[in-house]
DNA sequence: ATGCATGCAAAGAGTTTGCAAGACA
DNA sequence: TGTCTTGCAAACTCTTTGCATGCAT
């Protein structure tokens, strides 16, 4: 079991709710890659476990996102996609023509966020940064073309 | 037609996609109100206009999108909301606990972005940032709880 | 022991698609 | 005029819900 899925159940013992499979299985899925959408998950838990039913899917992603545990993203598209959030931060770079994404660490927002606190009165534990542009492989195929 | 329903048009005409009725009922209505869903925006736009089918409301809005005319953001929950981004930028605070949702200008992520796009070699041409925690009022209540 | 969580299955939403007809440039 | 776009309607996929059963605490 991973580091990440640890935090994840403890996170669940500390919000008291059970640990039951279905949500251990979710969690481990989840540590297993980012980014997935609801009907990955449902595939790749019923991979390990196929008596989970797509119903306790759907409720451990609702429960999880509910005790911010994981994530949405839609990396600029129409879809949601879960990912686990340790950190409660996450940040990605994708691009609008190829529609890639591409991780990143420090956005030099933590710097920021006293100041937004105090703007706003928030007590802030994370954040989603998805920046958009242009690869530098799309940059280039795009000067070719002009 | 509001100056931001202008500036997409505009985008539309650079694009050199065609500028028909529902697409121009579409950026209408986004224009009027943020943050709607797909089925949000097919009521509004057949309010207008009756005759506008669903299917051309979702192809508009996948348009707009590939296009970066709108953006989508998700204020933490598994419901995609699309948002005409004049200016390519995008920022929320959200309450987890309320699940209320705040607008704010400047996120000091400006100065940010030449070393961001010197370091992955995108072009960068907005971001969305979503930052979540409890608002003042969720605080309050909390500490009474407790 | 008890109340929360699950599985099932059906219902309910939301989204996509093919095609003939119509309209923008 | 030619091509792109639309409306329709059906198909499809995704998500939610009620309820009896089972299980975590």
Redesign the pocket.
């Known amino acids: 079991m991973s580091a990440n899925a640890e935090l994840a159940l403890q996170s669940l013992r500390q919000a008291e ?7 251990r299985v979710v969690i481990e899925v989840l540590a297993s890659q980012e980014h997935l ?3 990955e998950v449902v595939e790749a838990v019923q991979k390990r476990a196929p ?6 899917v ?3 992603l ?1 429960l999880l996102t509910r005790l911010g545990i994981c994530r949405i993203a839609t990396m600029g598209l ?1 879809i ?1 996609r879960y990912t686990l959030t340790p950190t409660g931060n996450h940040h990605h770079l994708v691009c609008s023509n190829c529609l890639r994404a591409f991780e990143f660490d420090s956005c030099g927002l933590s710097a920021l966020v006293p100041e937004l606190e105090a703007r706003t009165g928030f007590r802030i534990s994370g954040h989603l940064l998805e920046a958009y542009g242009l690869c530098a492989d799309c940059q280039q195929a795009e000067s070719v073309t002009e």
């Open positions: 709710v059970r640990i039951t499979p279905p949500r959408t609801a009907p008596a989970i039913s797509r119903a306790s759907y409720r451990t609702d129409p949601v």
